[in-house]
């Protein structure tokens, strides 16, 4: 392959006039990133600083293969707790088993992703619906912010329990033993970061900020608290008080390809393809989002490519899985970012924190991340979200309530098992009960609708009947007892013609469903007509003997059918 297909397509064709917004929006995103990334290793179960390495060399990984100009790929809130459920039932949390876990994991993970890349399978991102998606990250949401709040309140204690409830249940029973300096830092720290969530941006455009910008400075408020945290931290000496983030290892992470334990491999694989394809659609989304209104076009195949390539050097550096991040993506596009440029220079800058800057943060109070970690979390539970699909659609609601509550009830695994069992259900319950209208034609027109919603035109002895859906094995019964419902309601029906314009398919249960109702129908002497069927569901019937049988015709077009049946019927 030539070196020159190596390089990315951006790349290409980068402008020097770029650099500027690129450079600048990259150092307000490396702000967010560092604080970010070490309150998300605490959540996965790891030393902080390995937060740091997941941070570095993935957005180098996405840059080369990745199609979205600012997508920043990274440690997020929902991977690092997938990550701590996978892991916790085999070892220790922090443990060097526990490390290796999550290296390994992480190298599933990009191996995954980057297959499916490769195979071409970026379609796989609908098979899980939104509302669904949107479902499981509020409840895992929930379950991270149940798990936080001992370390926000400094219970020396762990939580014990799986599920949301449990986590706060037992987390409750330990309150009465809650350190009151950690507790104060905490509490301050949450409304610090809530107040600055609501009423900064307002605030800036006040002071004459344009509301770009001021979102934009509104999104450093977590860097802003830690820093001042590890400030009063080392003027007064909190660590002796408190428990605080510790040593962070000075330096870049080691590269290693990662240990082959083929008994630990078979454990971790079904999480990882999990993790994997949870972060695939979560990214996407995101990267949809700014494409969308930045007029660009993304390739889901390269993106897969791109977010396995940012596992695998995750996984090389000594990481854990990673994905798309909407904080810090939303940073890139309101801070001007052009091109991926800006993440090879976050991870510089990165880089340079690793080399030269990690011993400020040593001195960070583990309450204070907690509190990063449960105002983000907040921010994904999505109550409006649930409202409008609500009002919606009922179905899509129930499966986004169903998902949030299995994960907040029984944990992450089974929240993700009822999330594709509702959105294969919600397929299912819609396809099994297609919409079926009685239709008749708009006078002065050649045009069918349905009867309750127009005024129309029908014939006495001629039923017109839409079928809204495709026939299969689980909907043909109720297509078969709508039927028989109208023909009760019509009894001096004489020719049954179904309308097909929206029938793509017709497989062999309904076929030979439909067989019968032609010859139960004959039985009756009513004939049974067809109109408007697609050419490729017309080529499927004509290698059956239906056609053959069929008592009445295959008609091109709804008004020919009516123009037909009732010169029949004139002659009768």
Known sequence: MPARKLIP????????????????????ATMMLVPQALAYAALAGLPPHIGLYAGLLPLVGYALFGTSSVLSVGPVAVLAL????????????????????????????GLILFA????????????????????????????????????????????????????????????PNADRATTGLGLASVLTLVAARIWLTPALKLLGLSESRARLFARLAPMSVVLIAIALTTLFHWEEQ????????????????????????????????IIALLGFVESLSIAHAIALRRGERLNADAELRGLGAANLLSALSGGFPVT???????????????SPMSSLIAAGLLALVLL????????????VLAATIIVAATSLIDVRGFLNTWRYDRTDGVAMAGTFFGVLLFGVEAGIGLGIGFSFATLIWRTSRPHIAVVGRVPGTEHFRNVLRHT?????????????????????????ERLLSELKRHPNIRELVLILSS????????????????????????????????????????????????????FLSSYIAELALSRDQSKQ
């Not at 397509?9 to 307000?28: C, Q």
């Not at 939104?130 to 479902?135: A, L, Y």
């Not at 605080?244 to 079904?270: C, S, T």
């Open 9 to 28: 397509h951006w790349f290409k064709h980068y402008r020097r006039e770029w650099l500027a917004g690129d450079a600048t929006t990259a150092l307000v």
């Open 82 to 109: 997938m990550t701590a459920h996978a892991l916790s039932p085999l070892a220790a949390p922090g443990s060097p088993e526990y490390i290796a876990g999550a290296v390994l994991l992480a190298t599933l993970s």
């Open 116 to 175: 499916m890349g490769l195979l071409r399978l970026g379609v796989l991102s609908n098979l899980l619906s939104h509302p669904v998606i949107s479902g499981f990250v509020s409840g895992a949401a929930a379950l991270i912010i149940a798990g936080q709040i001992a370390p926000l309140l400094g219970i020396n204690s762990e939580a014990e329990g799986d599920t949301a409830l449990q986590l706060f249940l037992s987390t409750l029973k330990e309150v």
């Open 242 to 273: 408190m428990p605080v983030v510790g040593e962070i290892p000075r330096g870049l992470p080691k590269l290693e390809i990662p240990a082959l334990d083929w008994q630990l491999i078979y454990k971790l694989l079904l999480p990882a393809v």
């Open 324 to 338: 798309g991040s909407f904080a810090r993506t939303a940073i890139n596009d309101e801070g001007g970012a052009v």
């Open 356 to 367: 030269f800057a990690t011993a400020p943060f040593t001195e960070l109070p583990l309450c």
């Open 456 to 480: 129309v035109e029908t014939q006495p002895n001629i039923l017109f009947l839409r079928i809204d859906e495709s026939l299969f094995f689980s909907n043909i019964s109720a297509v078969e």
């Open 503 to 554: 029938v793509n398919r017709i497989d062999g249960t309904a076929l030979e469903r439909l067989q019968q109702v032609n010859r139960d129908l004959l039985a009756r002497d009513i004939r049974l007509h067809l109109s408007e069927v697609k050419g490729p569901v017309l080529d499927r019937l004509g290698r059956s003997k239906f056609l053959e049988e069929l008592s009445g015709r295959v």
